[in-house]
């Protein structure tokens, strides 16, 4: 069933607890698990909901959040009293908990067959279809986290660990799809709170990436370097980064290349308040999606991606959602070469060039 955007209450129902009055979810393609808190009606004696409880969130009977109850703070003034409550993913034990492996090392596997190895609990490991490199070795870290191990290794690779409405792990490298319709000043972006920043910071013209291979002797091997420009950056600014992990010519241009568009990415953002939970088509507004934004105030005029999401609705039944947005570089896409202010419309960077040092 689709929602159009002209009826933006949601009827949302926390799986195990009462009535919700209030409620707001958090979703991050930067942040391996989403999360959510509201406050509930309470009648009778005693609290109908603890820590640890299993739940999901709906919103007009779709899923939002598959996961666990966190927090339960009840209290009262006089007459009047209250629940509040917060919910985290499932894939927080992949977050909090060491990983409990047999021999603490696995052989020739790629990151995905690594994680679902480790995933001992059976939270579950997803991807958009990406294929990964095979690595020789993975070595866990005493203590470490399933979470810390996987981010640890695709680090720097072009890699975004998120998870899912399931409660599920995913890993992806791509945008996962572009939002109908457009957002777009006095049409759907709310007039109170609207924000962009363009920003220099953290921007280089010259990224260099340098690392060193275990097998070889000459300089290629023992200190490899990749190099990669953005040309959007007038003046010389150089940033050398170690590579972690071994120095093979493909990663270190893989790290080179997605470092920099981050960086580039990054320099612009904007949040941007809209009304109702949907785009036009009715789907949940997703972090790692592209969305077009028109907002001539602002100076953004061209596609944009969504890093994380708010989800809000109020005793009110007042539903909107805050969009925090960037140029899609800055989650490793694309350059989106928009018709807006300089700064967003800056030339992409290159493709990494390996040199020996």
């Not at 660990?161 to 957002?183: C, N, W, Y």
């Not at 190099?227 to 992990?245: Q, T, W, Y």
């Not at 997703?286 to 100076?299: A, I, K, T």
Request: net charge neutral.
């Amino acid at each position: 069933m689709r929602y159009p955007m002209d009826r933006p209450f949601e009827a949302v129902v926390v799986e195990g607890l009462p009535k919700v009055l209030t409620i707001d979810i958090t979703i991050s393609a930067e942040e391996a698990a989403r999360s959510a808190s509201g406050t509930f009606a309470i009648i009778g004696p005693g609290v109908p909901v603890f820590p640890g409880l299993p739940t999901r969130i709906t919103a007009n009977g779709d899923l939002l959040l598959t996961g666990y109850v966190r927090d339960v703070t009840p209290g009262y003034s006089g007459s009047a009293r209250s629940l509040d409550c917060s919910f985290v993913s499932r894939t927080i034990d992949l977050i909090e908990t060491s990983a409990d492996h047999a021999s603490g090392e696995i052989l020739n596997k790629d990151i995905v067959a690594i994680a679902r190895e480790l995933d001992s609990t059976g939270i579950g490991i997803e991807t958009d279809g990406s294929s990964f490199p095979v690595e020789p070795r993975h070595k866990l870290m005493e203590g470490e986290p399933v979470y810390s191990s996987i981010e640890r290794r695709v680090r720097g690779r072009g890699v975004l660990i998120h998870d899912t409405e399931k409660g599920r792990l995913k890993l992806s490298t791509k945008p996962g799809g572009v939002h109908a319709g457009t957002l777009k000043r006095g049409v759907n972006i709310l007039t109170d709170g609207a924000s962009a920043s363009f920003t220099e910071q953290g921007r280089y013209s010259d990224i260099m990436v340098r690392g060193q291979q275990t097998e070889g002797t000459q300089k290629q091997h023992l200190r490899p370097e990749t190099k990669v420009k953005d040309s959007g950056v007038a003046r010389k600014r150089v940033l050398i980064l170690p590579h972690e992990g071994q120095a093979s010519i493909d990663r270190m241009r893989k790290r080179a290349t997605w470092q920099a568009r981050r960086m580039a990415g990054n320099s612009v953002t904007a949040s941007l308040p809209v009304s109702g939970w949907r785009d036009e088509k009715g789907r949940f507004w997703q972090p790692n999606w592209l969305v077009d934004v028109d907002d001539d105030w602002l100076g953004i005029k061209g596609m944009m991606i969504i890093k994380s999401v708010t989800l809000s609705q109020d005793a009110d039944d007042k539903t909107k959602a805050v969009l925090s947005l960037a140029d899609p570089r800055a989650l490793g896409g694309e350059n989106p070469r928009g018709r807006t202010a300089g700064g967003y419309a800056a030339p992409g960077v290159t493709e990494a060039e390996y040199e020996d040092e």
